[in-house]
């Protein structure tokens, strides 16, 4: 079964710190990644997108992919209380249109 | 929720009671996806279509749901009869024409008393 792991935290960084989210997959057959945020009570919106390997940088975010390893990582530089949420990490699942999502790790940042 | 539209935004209801969630998307796409979300079990996939077919729904989780979309621009997910056990959040997404990036709807609390 086709799957995406993520710790599901909470993640606890001071303010200003880098915040590192991390995930892995099973499908190697998967190509493109995707990163969303969810806040409590909202629904996930789509911080980033990653389909090559290596760094995609986006503001404060950057989102790095190895897929020798099955491994996708977000980075939140300059982490703010504002980017405490649920980060919900997705791969594609070859060409069948969907996503695998895992099952989101909950990042705080405390001022 | 670019682009998604659903109803209602919460539903309050008693067990046995007929649940009809509604999807509206408002720009152009390929697939139409129905999750359900809990604190248990996390993000998951319930049915989705393509070009308004049903491609797969082996992740509805019983014969008590059912979902169509007779056209573009709507489609439900209907419960009946409802079960406590099926309160959760219930998400539509659509990805845009040509793209893999899902966008969410707003979702719809829904609460089986």
């Known amino acids: 079964q086709k799957e995406v792991e993520q710790n599901s935290g909470p993640l606890s960084v001071p303010e200003g710190a880098i915040a590192s989210l991390n995930c892995t997959y099973s499908?190697?057959?998967?190509?493109?990644f995707f990163w969303y945020r969810q806040y409590s009570g909202k629904s996930p919106e789509l911080i980033m997108f990653?389909?090559?390997?290596g760094d995609k940088e986006d503001g404060r975010f950057t989102a790095q992919l190895n897929k020798a390893s099955q491994y996708v990582s977000l980075l939140i530089r300059d982490s703010q209380p504002s980017d405490s949420a649920t980060y919900l990490c997705?791969?594609?699942?070859?060409?069948?249109?969907?996503?695998?999502f895992g099952q989101g790790t909950t990042l705080q940042v405390k001022p | 929720d670019a682009g998604v539209i659903q109803s209602p935004r919460h539903e309050v209801t008693e067990m046995g009671q007929e649940v009809t969630l509604r999807c509206k998307p408002i720009?152009?796409?390929?697939?139409l996806f129905w999750y359900r979300q809990t604190m248990m079990r996390g993000l998951e996939l319930l049915i989705y279509?393509?070009?308004?077919?049903?491609?797969?729904d082996s992740g509805m989780p019983e014969d008590r749901f059912s979902a169509k979309m007779p056209n573009a621009s709507f489609s439900t997910l209907k419960i009946q009869p409802s079960e406590p056990r099926d309160s959760a959040v219930y998400f539509c997404?659509?990805?845009?024409?040509?793209?893999?990036?899902?966008?969410f709807g707003p979702g719809t609390r829904l609460l089986v008393l």
């Open positions: 997705a791969g594609d699942s070859g060409n069948t249109g969907k996503l695998i």
């Open positions: 499908d190697r057959g998967s190509q493109s």
């Open positions: 990653i389909y090559s390997n």
């Open positions: 720009s152009g796409h390929d697939y």
């Open positions: 279509f393509n070009n308004n077919v049903p491609i797969d």
């Open positions: 997404a659509i990805n845009r024409r040509g793209q893999e990036t899902q966008y």
